[in-house]
């Protein structure tokens, strides 16, 4: 039996199954809450961007953005599947070092580097910095001629497109934190401190209008508004981009109401989009990158919690409560994000109502789901929320001083512990007595 519209079975015993895996069994011995991974759905989903630029004969890197998830088992089978990485902070960094993560073919974000984060990153000869603002030009530039290297980069621009997301997670707009405006100037000054730049390699440009999106016509648009630009720097510089990033963003399921498109369509939408600008501009084709991170782990991963108490409310609702909550899934709370979930142990069994799923944080917003259906619900049982997988650990926090769940792999009928689940020692470890 399969659950409908989300990528995994129901077993024999009436349980949910995740790579072969009793999800029951995974509760049991490892306890919850706990974050479960299907490591071969993973490697499907990267599978899926390489091949289509393969098939289409184009020049392409595919980043995977570890912002969504990252530890070290996670960059492990990223540098299994020959994927570049995008990393956001000197941590991320340390993690992919940690995990021998080939450094040439790591990406560096962020609106706010520091000394110390560009630092190591130059250290450690990464592929190549995304700048971000006029301040990380000037700091790059002293740290390069300090360490007498050099480093690709590519200049992050803002086209001024509000895409159809929630506008937390929305970064290509004109009043964006991130990027130099298209449309006052601002990209244009910075490329002129980057172009023929002794010591920074100004590789190209890159762009990222927001996550979730369920459309193309965003980003064919955004690929036209840097193809103006590109066309005016051309004609006044004489300058040919070698690369043009186009981010990522690509939405997935995690309700009935998200409708995504498959992968595959965005690629080639986007390659033909290129292509075509390219030849209407008399230059090579740029190679394309991109950076997907919820497109590659957010469905493959899933949440167990434990049902504790229950409340009925009547003519009102039923609440039940799980041991876990906005500490492991910090989205519903920040931006009202939606899930679905089954009972794992009772994954075969019908609904007869609709539950509230509430966490066992000390605050009325720890709601993880409003009206799931449900059959009938006792303590003790194990409930499964789906595509858990981007956003999930990454965002975990001790708020009520709770400890951090711990993280499994499943691939293929076995399981591995990838993350230990923390201990109050460690909520506590770095707490110094003041008397």
């Not at 690369?243 to 080639?268: H, M």
């Not at 497109?295 to 039923?318: C, E, F, M, W």
């Not at 492991?328 to 994954?347: H, M, S, T």
Request: proline fraction near 4%.
């Amino acid at each position: 039996m399969i659950i409908d519209n989300h990528p995994f079975k129901v077993n024999e015993l009436g349980h949910l199954e995740v790579g072969g895996i009793d999800t029951t069994y995974l509760a049991s011995k490892y306890g919850t809450p706990l974050y479960v991974y299907d490591v071969e759905l993973i490697r499907k989903n990267c599978r899926s961007f390489v091949q289509t630029f393969n098939n289409l004969n184009v020049n392409a890197k595919v980043a995977y953005a570890s912002k969504a998830f990252s530890s070290i088992a996670m960059l492990q089978v990223i540098k299994q599947e020959n994927l570049c990485l995008d990393v956001v902070s000197e941590g991320e960094l340390y993690t992919a070092i940690q995990a021998d993560f080939p450094t040439e073919k790591i990406h560096m974000h962020g609106n706010n580097k520091s000394e110390e984060e560009l630092t190591m990153a130059i250290e450690n000869n990464i592929g190549c910095i995304v700048i971000d603002n006029f301040n990380e030009i000037h700091l790059l530039e002293s740290l390069l001629e300090k360490h007498e290297k050099q480093m690709d980069v590519l200049l992050r621009v803002t086209p001024g497109i509000e895409s159809k997301t929630h506008q937390y997670i929305m970064t290509g707009n004109e009043d964006s934190k991130f990027g130099f405006n298209l449309n006052n100037g601002q990209a244009e000054k910075a490329f002129c401190l980057l172009h023929e730049h002794s010591r920074i390699q100004f590789k190209g440009l890159h762009c990222h209008i927001g996550s979730q999106i369920f459309e193309t016509d965003r980003f064919l648009i955004a690929v036209e508004l840097l193809f103006q630009e590109l066309n005016t720097w051309k004609e006044k510089h004489g300058y040919t981009p070698e690369v043009l990033n186009l981010g990522g963003g690509f939405g997935i399921r995690y309700t009935e109401k998200d409708n995504p498109i498959p992968y595959e369509f965005y690629i080639e939408e986007l390659v033909k989009a290129v292509r075509n600008h390219s030849r209407k501009m008399g230059i090579p084709m740029p190679e394309i990158w991109l950076e997907p991170g919820r497109a590659i782990v957010g469905n493959a991963g899933i949440t167990l919690y434990t049902i504790g108490s229950q409340k009925h409310i009547p003519g009102t609702r039923d609440y039940i409560s799980i041991n876990g909550g906005m500490t492991d899934n910090l989205r519903p709370a920040l931006y009202q994000a939606k899930y679905e979930g089954v009972i794992a142990n009772k994954a075969s069994h019908p609904p007869v109502r609709d539950v509230s799923v509430a966490g066992k944080c000390c605050e009325s917003g720890d709601m993880l789901i409003w009206d799931l259906p449900v059959p009938e619900v006792n303590n003790g049982d194990v409930l499964a929320v789906f595509s858990t997988g981007a956003y999930g650990y990454s965002m975990a926090n001790h708020y009520n001083r709770l400890p951090k769940a711990a993280v499994v792999f499943v691939e293929n009928g076995t399981e591995k512990l990838v993350v230990r689940r923390e201990s109050y020692m460690d909520v506590t470890k770095n707490d110094l007595h003041y008397v």
